[in-house]
Nanobody, 118 residues
Framework: QVQVVESGGGLVQAGGSLRLSCAAS????????MAWYRQAPGKQRELVAS????????NYADAVRGRFTISRTNAGKTLYLQMNSLKPEDTAVYYC???????????WGQGTQVTVSS
């Protein structure tokens, strides 16, 4: 089993920065991929960025590429999302996701609110 817990959300002005953290616990070695998703009011949850365990391959949504950076500690216990040049449209609840056991299972965090004021 894998569990993930997010932290680091908050209120920031447009153009500012925030860093989100996601602490993973349980069978860390079974994690294949970790990602950040977000869900704005009235919209579907969408992928923001992901990173594979093997090779550290990253992938970003077009809307955040060049502004956000996903990273993970070598021990694999913590996932980060560095968010720069934030825009009001980045306002959403951000969720951490872990895929494990050869991508057969997944774990979600409870979400952390990010609000960007104009």
């Amino acid at each position: 089993q894998v569990q993930v817990v997010e932290s680091g959300g908050g209120l920031v002005q447009a153009g500012g920065s925030l860093r989100l953290s996601c602490a993973a616990s349980g069978t860390i070695s079974s994690i294949n991929n970790m990602a950040w998703y977000r869900q704005a009011p009235g919209k579907q949850r969408e992928l923001v960025a992901s990173i594979t365990t093997a090779g550290g391959i990253t992938n970003y949504a077009d809307a955040v590429r060049g502004r956000f950076t996903i990273s993970r500690t070598n021990a694999g216990k913590t996932l980060y999302l560095q968010m720069n040049s934030l825009k009001p449209e980045d306002t959403a609840v951000y969720y951490c996701n872990a895929r494990y056991n050869l991508y057969q299972l997944y774990a979600w965090g409870q979400g952390t609110q990010v609000t960007v004021s104009s």
